[in-house]
C-alpha cells in the first residue's frame, strides 16, 4: 500500500484487518517522513501489524500481488510505472491527473490489471451508473451543475468525483464534457450557456466529501446528492477492488466492473 500515512492510507490500514481473506504486504510513505520504519499498523492505530513502512516501492515488489496506490498524482504515476514493470496489478485511487499523466495510465493499464476510479464508494458509482438514463429521459432543457465540497487540504479542482459524474452527464447527452463544461463562474461571464454543464467546488475545514447534482428544469430542481461521513466507505470500496483486480488480465477496469455495474439495468 502505498501513501500509507496519508488520510486514506490509514483508513485503508484500518479496514483492511477487519478482511480475514486479505493482508498488508508492504506500506510505502514518503522519502524522509518521521514515520518511516514505523509498523503501518500501529501508525492507522490497529495495533501492530508486522510491517514497517518503507520509501522505497521497488524494495518490496516482491512482498505483495496488488498495489493500492493513493499518492499525489505525480507520485502515483511513478509508482504504477514500478508496478508495471514488474507486472503487479493496481488500484488507483489518486485523483488530480492531467491529460498527458493520464494517457500514461491509460497505456500502462494494456500489461497490467489496473482498477482506476476516483471515488471507491458504492453510492457514487451508483449514481454514475443510473446518471446518463436520468438526464437523457429530463431532456436537453433540464441545466445541469455540479456541486462538490472537500476539506482545505485537497490539491486538485474539481474532484476526481466530479468529472466523473462529469461525464456520466455528457454521455447521457451524447457530448463530449470538455466541450460543454464551464469550470469556473466569475467577474461578468454573461447568461448561462445552454447544454453547459457547471462545476463549482467548496474547500472547508474536514469535510470529508460531498458531491450534488443538480438537474434544474423550469419550475423544479432535481439533486441528487452523495455525503461521505467518513473515508470508511471509500477504503472498502479499494479493498473489494484490490480482490477483484488480483484474477484479471490486463486491462483499464473502473468501480463500474468491480460492483457488476456496467450494464445496469433500465429504470421503469
Ligand atoms: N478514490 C477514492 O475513493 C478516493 C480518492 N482520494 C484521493 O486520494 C489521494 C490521497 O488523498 P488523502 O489520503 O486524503 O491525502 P493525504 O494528503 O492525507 O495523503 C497523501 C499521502 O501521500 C504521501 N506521500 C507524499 N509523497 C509521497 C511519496 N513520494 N511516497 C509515498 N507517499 C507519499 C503523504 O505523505 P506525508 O503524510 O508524509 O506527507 C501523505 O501521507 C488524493 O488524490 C485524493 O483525491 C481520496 C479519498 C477517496
Ligand atoms: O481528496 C479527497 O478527500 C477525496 N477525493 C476524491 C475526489 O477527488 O473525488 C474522492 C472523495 O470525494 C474524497
Redesign the pocket.
Known amino acids: 500500500m502505498?501513501?500509507v500515512?496519508?488520510?486514506?492510507?490509514r483508513a485503508l490500514v484500518a479496514a483492511l484487518v477487519e478482511h480475514a481473506d486479505l493482508r498488508l504486504g508492504a506500506a510505502?510513505?514518503?522519502?524522509g517522513?518521521d514515520y518511516l520504519g514505523e509498523d503501518a499498523g500501529r501508525l492507522a492505530g490497529v495495533g501492530d501489524l508486522g510491517v514497517v513502512v518503507c520509501?522505497r516501492l521497488d524494495a518490496v515488489l516482491d512482498d505483495f500481488d496488488v498495489l493500492i496506490e493513493?499518492?499525489?498524482?505525480d507520485?502515483a504515476l511513478k509508482h504504477l510505472h514500478a508496478a508495471a514493470a514488474s507486472g503487479r496489478a493496481v488500484v488507483l485511487?489518486?485523483?488530480?491527473f492531467g491529460a498527458e499523466q493520464q494517457a500514461e495510465i491509460d497505456a500502462l493499464a494494456r500489461s497490467i490489471p489496473l482498477v482506476q476510479?476516483?471515488?471507491?464508494?458504492v453510492g457514487v458509482n451508483v449514481l454514475t451508473a443510473f446518471l446518463p438514463q436520468i438526464v437523457a429521459a429530463l431532456g436537453e432543457d433540464y441545466d445541469v451543475e455540479i456541486l462538490e465540497a472537500h476539506h482545505g487540504?485537497?490539491?486538485?479542482a474539481p474532484?476526481?468525483t466530479a468529472l466523473q459524474l462529469g461525464r456520466a452527464v455528457a454521455a447521457g447527452r451524447g457530448v463530449d464534457l470538455d466541450a460543454v463544461a464551464c469550470w469556473d463562474r466569475n467577474g461578468a461571464p454573461g447568461p448561462r450557456q445552454p447544454g453547459s454543464i457547471g462545476f463549482a467546488s467548496l474547500r472547508a475545514a474536514d469535510v470529508v466529501?460531498e458531491h450534488s447534482v443538480w438537474l434544474a428544469g423550469a419550475g423544479e430542481r432535481l439533486e441528487l446528492t452523495h455525503r461521505a461521513g467518513s473515508?470508511r466507505n471509500?477504503a472498502e470500496?479499494?479493498l473489494r477492488a484490490a480482490s477483484w483486480v488480483r484474477q484479471r488480465s490486463p486491462g483499464h477496469y473502473d468501480m463500474q466492473d468491480v460492483l457488476g455495474l456496467r450494464a445496469a439495468p433500465r429504470v421503469r
Open positions: 502505498d501513501a500515512a496519508g488520510k486514506m492510507g510505502i510513505g514518503r522519502p517522513a520509501d493513493f499518492a499525489p498524482a507520485i485511487g489518486s485523483t488530480g476510479a476516483p471515488n471507491m464508494s487540504q485537497k490539491r486538485d474532484s476526481g466529501g473515508r471509500f470500496g479499494a
